[in-house]
């Protein structure tokens, strides 16, 4: 087993609004691993970028860390200085936005606003980290990076400038790089190439990947685990294949069967009903009980917590409870397992 | 190279071309004001009046006077003052424009520098104290009128503390610092909530929330990234500003007693005094136009996103 780089424990944030105070992120715990790519998965307002954010030490003025910690490199993110916390945010651990369009500086050189990257984070000269920029601009694939290096973002593409963000991100190479869903802004060939360029960076640097997003199609081409988040909890997380093909969390099951495939044949796609719950005062027992239509009469007493279902699957569904009624997924998600298992059967037989 | 040419030659042309309508619209407009420009008419006689109308070219009909104007510009003959002497107007103007460019001048860029600052400060405390009271001062120096300002001024260094002359251009750099601080108050105040307004957004942009995941810290990305996105815009108010200011300034500079411009103008506007008021007419309009086209061209220069039409 590859060695952890982050862990987060038990990380609680609220925001204060003038609504009341806003359960962002309750109380969730997780490790990323050397080398791996973990995905954050969710809908809009689940949390996953309020989490990034901490770990980045970025987040907005009226956030408040309610308690946990953050430990990378033995130390506890939350409690550094602001000093010692930018020379991790940006040196250590890099992140890569979601709109290529607008996190560029519009006034500014791109290959400059590479270099600045490099002096802020190694001490190296003015003439070392310009050709440091065009190295970087040639790896994220940028041609004639010597002549590119002196255009401005304007003058590039969406997918390029994704391009030239991640350069930024990579400028003092990371060990970890949060992804906060890059590929959003883009259209869809552009996603599969920034996709593929994550996945090439991360295997020529070993760097560890935060991959946020609420797309599961690009979740299955680049996570190898992933967590799923609801209202502010993981409620599922485990390796890709287990979550993807032997889903336990009723949500994660609405999530994939409302995501098309190629075998989908229904007319309608499958929506989860009703919408997420606000986390001002949050109800007790399971967010998701009411939009569920296999809650349980525990669900709507007490939180679950997180069931193991392998040593490395774990979801946080009352379902799981032995003393549970035993209830079938949905079709179409048994239909994805079996076609899963078939395939892989197939494989195995074929090699 | 040859793009920027043609780009200027281009503006240069519409340049000219405001000018003359500028100038042509005063021309016939100014003669439609009442009274003429001998203020003791009344005394004169019928064959008095058409000997100085002749001697002035005041007999020509309105069309060719205007036609024989344009054609002096041309030839740099601006004609001579009807109020002083027969003073020809250039002489005239020429004495008297350097002091109030130069105090425009200096106002202008002590004035947006001072702002500039107080307005990235304010803006990076958005709400707290500083920009609270950076605020007031802005609200304050908007709102108080220059010339009050002076007088504080006059009172302050030069009775109470006598550092600096009261008034006068006679003793160098130090004469103009009194009116040179009595009018940058508005550029300042002008400035500074400008740049607050401005960096207010900018901080809030994704390319700032970009370089702070860099790891950079706040006063840097405030100056390196911040102020110049921010700067951008104030451009355009700054050109117009200068100018208000290099001509505009007519009371403060009679509160200093400052040889300039704007005290010319008045005074011949009152006494129909027809070729001191077309040429600064023109003087002013030539300045501003100036100043608009620098403004485009520095605009250019500093922003990347703006280039000459046909670029690229």
């Not at chain 2, 200027?8 to 340049?15: A, D, E, P, Q, S």
């Not at chain 2, 002008?190 to 994704?206: A, G, H, N, Q, Y």
């Amino acid at each position: 087993m590859a060695e952890k780089v982050l862990e987060v424990r038990r990380l609680s944030v609220s925001f204060d609004t003038y609504a009341g105070k806003v359960q962002a992120v309750r109380d969730i715990s997780f490790e990323l691993k050397r080398g791996e790519t973990l995905a954050l998965v969710g809908e809009s307002g689940c949390g996953k970028s309020v989490t990034c954010r901490s770990i980045m030490g970025l987040l907005a003025k009226n956030a408040k860390v309610e308690g946990g910690e953050i430990l990378f490199e033995n130390r506890d993110l939350l409690k550094l200085s602001n000093s010692a916390m930018r020379s991790t945010r940006g040196g250590k651990i890099a992140m890569i936005f979601q709109d290529p369009m607008t996190s560029l500086d519009p006034t500014m050189k791109i290959g400059k606003q590479i270099a600045e990257t490099v002096r802020l984070h190694k001490p190296v000269t003015r003439a070392a980290a310009k050709q440091r920029a065009v190295e970087l601009l040639a790896l994220v694939g940028i041609e004639e990076p010597e002549k590119r290096y002196h255009q401005y973002p304007h003058e590039f593409s969406g997918g390029q400038r994704q391009r030239i963000v991640i350069a930024i991100a990579l400028a003092a190479d990371p060990q970890i790089l949060i992804a906060d869903e890059p590929t959003t802004a883009l259209d869809v060939t552009m996603q599969a190439q920034i996709l593929d360029l994550i996945k090439e960076i991360q295997k020529k640097t070993g760097a560890s990947v935060i991959f946020i997003t609420h797309d599961l199609g690009v979740v299955a081409n680049v996570a190898d685990r992933v967590a799923v988040m609801y209202a502010g909890r993981i409620i599922e997380i485990g390796q890709a294949d287990e979550v993807f093909y032997d889903p336990r969390h009723p949500y994660t099951w609405g999530l994939l069967a409302s995501m098309p495939t190629l075998t989908t044949n229904d007319e309608t796609l499958y929506a989860i009903p009703g919408t997420p719950p606000t986390l001002i005062d949050p109800a007790p027992g399971d967010a998701f009980a009411p939009r569920n239509p296999w809650a349980l009469e525990a669900d709507r007493l007490a939180e679950p917590p997180l069931f193991p279902v392998s040593d490395t699957h774990f979801a946080a569904t009352w379902l799981l409870d032995e003393r549970a009624p035993k209830i079938d997924p949905p079709e179409s998600i048994v239909l994805r397992a079996q076609a899963f298992r078939k395939r892989q059967s197939e494989r195995s037989a074929s090699l | 190279m040859k793009r920027w040419s043609k780009y200027i030659g281009k503006r240069l042309f519409y340049m000219a071309l405001t000018l003359l309508i500028i100038a042509s619209a005063t021309f016939f407009l100014m003669n439609v004001l009442p009274g003429t420009p001998y203020n003791n008419q009344d005394r004169l006689t019928a064959a008095q009046l058409e000997m100085l109308n002749k001697k002035y070219g005041f007999d020509q009909p309105l069309f060719q006077r205007y036609i024989n104007y344009l054609k002096n510009i041309l030839h740099g003959d601006f004609g001579i003052s009807l109020q002083f002497s027969d003073q020809p107007v250039a002489t005239l103007l020429s004495q008297r424009m350097g002091p109030s460019i130069q105090l425009g001048l200096q106002a202008v860029l002590f004035g947006t520098v001072v702002g500039v600052f107080l307005g990235v400060i304010a803006a990076m405390h958005q709400n707290k104290f500083l920009d609270v009271f950076c605020s007031l001062f802005a609200i304050t120096g908007r709102s108080v009128p220059n010339f009050v300002v002076a007088v504080l001024l006059q009172l302050l260094f030069a009775i109470t503390l006598n550092w600096l002359p009261i008034g006068l251009w006679n003793e160098g750099f130090r004469s103009t610092i009194l009116p040179t601080l009595a009018l940058s108050i508005s550029p300042m105040a002008e400035s500074c909530r400008f740049i607050r307004t401005e960096m207010v957004e900018v901080l809030s942009s994704d390319y700032i929330e970009l370089a702070r995941a860099k790891g950079m810290s706040e006063i840097r990305i405030a100056f390196s990234h911040g102020l110049r996105n921010a700067l951008i815009p104030l451009i355009t108010v700054l050109g117009p500003m200068t100018v208000s200011l290099m001509t505009g300034s007519l009371v403060v500079e009679n509160i200093f007693a400052v040889p300039g411009i704007g005290e010319q103008f008045t005074k011949s506007i009152l006494s129909n005094d027809y070729y001191t008021i077309m040429a600064v007419t023109i003087l002013f309009s030539a300045l501003l136009v100036a100043v608009i086209f620098l403004t485009d061209i520095l605009y250019q220069i500093i922003d990347p996103r703006v280039r000459v039409e046909g670029a690229k």
